[in-house]
């Protein structure tokens, strides 16, 4: 399925990153909101970021995410087209501080990260404008869970979960699957 999401990251520590070609970028403690959006396989996305497992950094955010004081607490999506990544980007960027460059290299916005003041905020955000939560990072559930949420938009059968061998720092954590989800 193809959708729009938005990470919420904390970072735990004041760290420098060098963000590939954007090179080193100072990132201060607190909370950032992250943009993006995948035309197809919007699930499998959202799995890479939750789990970190990926072959290669090639986003931004890869870069930001490889640090060890860096973790995605919720991926926040929904069923969208593309032009719905920049709609979401300018509003938080009303509500943020943008991290100039980040994320954006095929858009004309200013950035598609945002320094932002805490999560309540991103999470009630989010929810105004119909975004879904999870913080699952379970393959089988999560794809399950996404397309309960997208159904009414892509009515598509799951593709056979793709099974990870290994899993993220969460993986012994117990998570409920919907602690942040909306319909
Ligand atoms: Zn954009």
Redesign the pocket.
Known sequence: MKGVYVLAIIVSKDIEVRVGALGKIDFKEGWYAYVGSAQKGLENRVKRHLTGIRQRNFWHVDYLLDNDFVEVVTAFYKAADKSV??EI?DKLKKKGVPMAGFG?SD???ES?LFKIDDYDFLRDFMSEIQLHGTTTITNDTLTQEMYAHCAADYLRSPTDPVQLRSTSRFADQSIPVNLFSWM
């Open positions: 990544e920049c980007a954006c858009c004309t916005c598609h």
